[in-house]
């Protein structure tokens, strides 16, 4: 999904690229796909290249991820990048949560993910990148998708802590990030930058590489 943002930096930093456990080409094992479970392999990751701190840029679920990680390994984490995820506690009650998560028990799993993903995207988003991402969120095996789905509303991810670290959050215009939501966030994050993109869905970055790339390039490279 980060395909479009690499060549952008033409080497000027070093990228490391991973697919979290219970993704692409990472091992999918029984495990409670928990946000710390996530942010503990990041750190295995991180720790094998000798990264003593980095740039965490996550996207949807990846932001939560990204969160858990800095309470994790506060002196490990240079910034973060929330790309169209939440970093206010969601307001959706348990029944919801059931609700969502479900389907997700059925046979026909890959189904119902692949009419959630459709709802992702703007009326003008290439058909083609709707047509990878679905191909891609699909594939992802049913213990995985029910886990990780759970687990992403757990309290624990949600807590208002701080972030003193610098914050670069973009996000689709949309009603779910109004003014209300850009305050918590610069309350959350007092260094935080947040832009704004029209035209595009939650997949932003593949779907206007270049507007994307012009928001992330000056914020990493000055770090």
């Known amino acids: 999904f980060w395909r479009e943002q690499v060549p952008s930096f033409d080497g000027?930093?070093?990228?490391?690229?991973?697919?979290?456990?219970?993704?692409?080409?990472?091992?999918?094992?029984?495990?409670?796909?928990t946000m710390g479970y996530f942010a503990r392999a990041v750190n295995a990751v991180?720790?094998?290249a000798k990264v003593?701190?980095?740039?965490?840029?996550?996207?949807?679920?990846?932001?939560?991820?990204?969160?858990?990680?800095?309470?994790?390994?506060?002196?490990?984490a240079r910034a973060l990048v929330s790309v169209d995820g939440a970093?206010?506690?969601?307001t959706l009650d348990p029944e919801r949560i059931r609700q969502f998560t479900e389907p997700l028990f059925r046979?026909?799993?890959?189904?119902?993910?692949?009419?959630?993903?459709?709802?992702?995207?703007?009326?003008?988003?290439?058909?083609?990148?709707?047509?990878?991402?679905?191909?891609?969120?699909?594939?992802?095996?049913?213990?995985?998708?029910?886990?990780a789905f759970r687990h992403m509303f757990d309290a624990s991810n949600w807590l208002t802590d701080s972030i003193s670290i610098p914050l670069l959050a973009v996000y689709t215009?949309?009603?779910?990030?109004n003014d209300d939501?850009?305050?918590?966030?610069?309350?959350?994050?007092?260094?935080?930058?947040?832009e704004l993109m029209d035209g595009v869905g939650h997949f932003l970055m593949l779907e206007k590489p270049t507007e994307f790339n012009e928001k992330l390039k000056p914020f990493v490279t000055r770090l």
Do not use: C, T
Request: aromatic fraction near 8%; proline fraction near 11%.
């Open 87 to 90: 970093l206010r506690p969601p």
């Open 107 to 147: 046979p026909d799993y890959q189904q119902y993910i692949g009419k959630m993903v459709d709802g992702m995207f703007h009326p003008e988003s290439p058909a083609a990148i709707r047509e990878q991402v679905k191909a891609v969120m699909q594939a992802a095996p049913q213990h995985v998708a029910v886990s």
């Open 173 to 177: 215009r949309s009603p779910m990030w």
């Open 52 to 76: 003593d701190g980095a740039i965490l840029v996550g996207h949807s679920m990846g932001v939560p991820v990204a969160r858990q990680y800095y309470r994790l390994y506060p002196n490990s």
């Open 12 to 33: 000027q930093i070093r990228i490391i690229l991973l697919d979290l456990p219970g993704h692409g080409q990472s091992d999918k094992p029984q495990e409670e796909y």
């Open 181 to 194: 939501y850009v305050a918590f966030v610069r309350k959350l994050a007092p260094d935080s930058d947040i």
């Open 46 to 48: 991180l720790k094998d």
